[in-house]
């Protein structure tokens, strides 16, 4: 075995990768930029919406823009919204509240008061201390009381009914007393003699009013919501500045949900110096309804898009952010360099095989370094470092993670994506033969989306923006996507696959090739000069169940 594979140091860097692969406040530490200026915006005052695929780096951004705020004294809160998936309106709403004041007060409980000098509370968490003294601790204490009394008030309402209809019965009791007067006069006109006789007998009255009337949690938020804006306002006024709510994943509550949790929350912040930074995936998401009145926020006018995506199109920025990743690792372990343990096509194949995506990468070398650990075992010649041929089958280990992730993400639509994806594997592999294929860029409706949902969940990759084919289609547009590696390497291999590398400028007039072209109509188009007839995708889709199987067991 090669003696830097079999080390400690390697050993090492393999796990600590292993433990990073989740966004945790242990990680922050290890946060990159993915983007020039994400972090400054992402601590900015105004409204924004992260977009990424899964692992892009949108809980590190996050969590590192809550962490800076923290140390600065601003007030934050960070509410991870995947606890609350599955959760029915309005009670997805009432939960994501509680969670919310509750961070809230925690911060006024510890960060907004704590000397700079307790190194058990800045230290330990952060590393570093606050330049800004500490805030007054009993206006702070008053609101940290004010918001747990709200939270104690919203949880009352999560554990009740919702639009039950509610009687009420008012009884009003009177008493009377009965006075009967009785004159009476004798002799002369100078006398007279009057008298009052009282009855002891009283008479009972009663009166009963009754009532009905509905209970609703959603009005029960519309009544309060001025009392929350106070709340902030005072919060900002404690502060000497500007509150931010971090809501991180967004996409795990009900999409027909999302906006109306968005919106109530601008309410809340609009004019009271708070700031909302949503964490979510694009195209599972929506995040504004044209309605009247409007739902949610609206990009452009109430808030901006922060994009992670360091996609496939921009290769060698997303090279560039990997291999600085990679570094940090290493830098960690010893003196371990990229070129000591990988060979030079093997850092272009795990980039090409994780999409670009942080976490996929860090996940398939982990993987790579297995195998070819295993392989040198069995004294396979490949030489000791980790090759091409070590990442592919690293990239079809990594499959079954993408699958489950996949099947944990489409609770709603997953087989409408499962039919998409196992029609667009069969057209590539089992008709055309290649990797890639290509979609007009004008083309809209379902299929599409569900096709941009899939790029999303990382099981296929876009490439180019702007391809035109060689003939047939003058003056169209084509965007070229990739088949996520795992699917025709390793286990999944395929004899015979003209692999386009898209990258490479001797490939380009590959991608113009006229029979690439898919149509999410059901039929591929092809260049029919050539081959005379059209084939369809569903006979493709229909030639192989085997795959269709080996996708989604």
Same mark, same amino acid.
């Given at each position: 075995?090669?003696?830097?594979?079999?080390?400690?140091?390697?050993?090492?860097?393999?796990?600590?990768?292993?433990?990073?692969?989740?966004?945790?406040?242990?990680?922050?530490?290890?946060?990159?930029?993915?983007?020039?200026?994400?972090?400054?915006?992402?601590?900015?005052?105004?409204? =924004?919406?992260?977009?990424?695929?899964?692992?892009?780096?949108?809980?590190?951004?996050?969590?590192?823009?809550?962490?800076?705020?923290?140390?600065?004294?601003?007030?934050?809160?960070?509410? *991870?919204?995947?606890?609350?998936?599955?959760?029915?309106?309005?009670?997805?709403?009432?939960?994501?509240?509680?969670?919310?004041?509750?961070?809230?007060?925690?911060?006024?409980?510890?960060?907004?008061?704590?000397?700079?000098?307790?190194?058990?509370?800045?230290?330990?968490?952060?590393?570093?201390?606050?330049?800004?003294?500490?805030?007054?601790?009993?206006?702070?204490?008053?609101?940290?009381?004010?918001?747990?009394?709200?939270?104690?008030?919203?949880?009352?309402?999560?554990?009740?009914?919702?639009?039950?209809?509610?009687?009420?019965?008012?009884?009003?009791?009177?008493?009377?007393?009965?006075?009967?007067?009785?004159?009476?006069?004798?002799?002369?006109?100078?006398?007279?003699?009057?008298?009052?006789?009282?009855?002891?007998?009283?008479?009972?009255?009663?009166?009963?009013?009754?009532?009905?009337?509905?209970?609703?949690?959603? *009005?029960?938020? =519309?009544? =309060?919501?001025?009392?929350?804006?106070?709340?902030?306002?005072?919060?900002?006024?404690?502060?000497?500045?500007?509150?931010?709510?971090?809501?991180?994943?967004?996409?795990?509550?009900?999409?027909?949900?999302?906006?109306?949790?968005? *919106?109530?929350?601008?309410?809340?912040?609009?004019?009271?110096?708070?700031?909302?930074?949503?964490?979510?995936?694009? =195209?599972?998401?929506?995040?504004?309804?044209?309605?009247?009145?409007?739902?949610?926020?609206?990009?452009?006018?109430?808030?901006?898009?922060?994009?992670?995506?360091?996609?496939?199109?921009?290769?060698?920025?997303?090279?560039?952010?990997?291999?600085?990743?990679?570094?940090?690792?290493?830098?960690?372990?010893?003196?371990?360099?990229?070129?000591?343990?990988?060979?030079?096509?093997?850092?272009?194949?795990?980039?090409?095989?994780?999409?670009?995506?942080?976490?996929?990468?860090?996940?398939?070398?982990?993987?790579?370094?297995?195998?070819?650990?295993?392989?040198?075992?069995?004294?396979?010649?490949?030489?000791?470092?980790?090759?091409?041929?070590?990442?592919?089958?690293?990239?079809?280990?990594?499959?079954?993670?993408?699958?489950?992730?996949?099947?944990?993400?489409?609770?709603?639509?997953?087989?409408?994506?499962?039919?998409?994806?196992?029609?667009?594997?069969?057209?590539?592999?089992?008709?055309?033969?290649?990797?890639?294929?290509?979609?007009?860029?004008?083309?809209?409706?379902?299929?599409?989306?569900?096709?941009?949902?899939?790029?999303?969940?990382?099981?296929?990759?876009?490439?180019?923006?702007?391809?035109?084919?060689?003939?047939?289609?003058?003056?169209?547009?084509?965007?070229?996507?990739?088949?996520?590696?795992?699917?025709?390497?390793?286990?999944?291999?395929?004899?015979?696959?003209?692999?386009?590398?898209?990258?490479?400028?001797?490939?380009?007039?590959?991608?113009?090739?006229?029979?690439?072209?898919?149509?999410?109509?059901?039929?591929?188009?092809?260049?029919?000069?050539?081959?005379?007839?059209?084939?369809?995708?569903?006979?493709?889709?229909?030639?192989?169940?085997?795959?269709?199987?080996?996708?989604?067991?």
């Amino acid at each position: 075995m090669g003696k830097l594979l079999a080390s400690q140091d390697i050993e090492n860097l393999a796990i600590l990768i292993e433990e990073a692969t989740r966004s945790t406040e242990e990680g922050v530490k290890r946060f990159i930029e993915p983007s020039p200026g994400a972090l400054r915006r992402a601590t900015s005052k105004r409204h =924004h919406i992260i977009f990424g695929r899964r692992g892009s780096g949108k809980s590190s951004l996050l969590r590192k823009a809550a962490e800076d705020l923290t140390i600065d004294r601003r007030p934050i809160a960070y509410v *991870d919204l995947e606890t609350f998936k599955g959760h029915n309106y309005p009670n997805v709403l009432l939960s994501v509240l509680i969670k919310s004041f509750e961070e809230f007060a925690e911060w006024l409980d510890t960060a907004a008061v704590n000397s700079a000098n307790k190194t058990s509370f800045w230290k330990k968490l952060f590393g570093t201390q606050p330049k800004r003294p500490p805030f007054n601790r009993k206006e702070a204490n008053e609101l940290s009381s004010a918001l747990r009394k709200k939270v104690a008030e919203l949880n009352q309402q999560l554990h009740v009914a919702d639009n039950i209809e509610t009687h009420r019965t008012t009884k009003n009791d009177q008493e009377e007393a009965n006075q009967d007067e009785i004159g009476i006069q004798i002799g002369l006109n100078q006398l007279g003699i009057s008298s009052k006789l009282v009855d002891s007998a009283k008479i009972n009255t009663s009166e009963e009013i009754q009532e009905a009337f509905y209970q609703s949690k959603t *009005d029960f938020l =519309h009544r =309060h919501i001025l009392e929350y804006q106070r709340l902030f306002n005072q919060i900002s006024k404690l502060s000497g500045g500007d509150a931010y709510l971090f809501l991180d994943d967004l996409y795990h509550i009900r999409r027909s949900d999302q906006a109306r949790v968005i *919106d109530y929350f601008h309410s809340i912040a609009k004019g009271n110096n708070l700031w909302l930074k949503i964490g979510t995936i694009r =195209h599972r998401s929506r995040w504004y309804i044209h309605s009247d009145p409007p739902i949610g926020v609206k990009l452009g006018d109430d808030a901006d898009e922060i994009d992670l995506d360091l996609t496939l199109e921009k290769y060698i920025s997303a090279k560039e952010f990997l291999k600085k990743i990679l570094a940090g690792f290493m830098q960690s372990c010893g003196s371990i360099s990229t070129k000591e343990i990988l060979v030079d096509e093997a850092m272009d194949r795990l980039v090409l095989a994780s999409g670009g995506v942080a976490r996929d990468f860090l996940g398939i070398f982990r993987r790579s370094i297995g195998i070819a650990r295993e392989r040198e075992h069995r004294k396979n010649p490949r030489g000791p470092k980790i090759g091409i041929e070590d990442v592919n089958a690293a990239a079809g280990e990594y499959d079954t993670t993408k699958r489950e992730e996949f099947k944990k993400d489409t609770l709603d639509d997953r087989s409408e994506l499962e039919e998409m994806f196992q029609r667009i594997v069969a057209f590539c592999t089992d008709q055309v033969k290649t990797n890639v294929f290509l979609l007009d860029k004008d083309l809209t409706g379902k299929n599409v989306e569900s096709i941009q949902e899939l790029v999303d969940l990382r099981l296929l990759h876009k490439v180019r923006d702007r391809v035109t084919v060689k003939s047939g289609q003058a003056g169209k547009i084509f965007e070229a996507y990739m088949l996520d590696v795992s699917q025709y390497t390793g286990s999944r291999k395929r004899r015979g696959l003209d692999i386009i590398e898209f990258r490479r400028p001797d490939h380009s007039e590959k991608l113009r090739r006229t029979t690439l072209i898919y149509d999410t109509s059901g039929a591929s188009k092809t260049n029919s000069s050539a081959s005379g007839a059209s084939k369809t995708n569903s006979s493709a889709s229909g030639a192989s169940k085997v795959v269709q199987d080996s996708l989604f067991p």
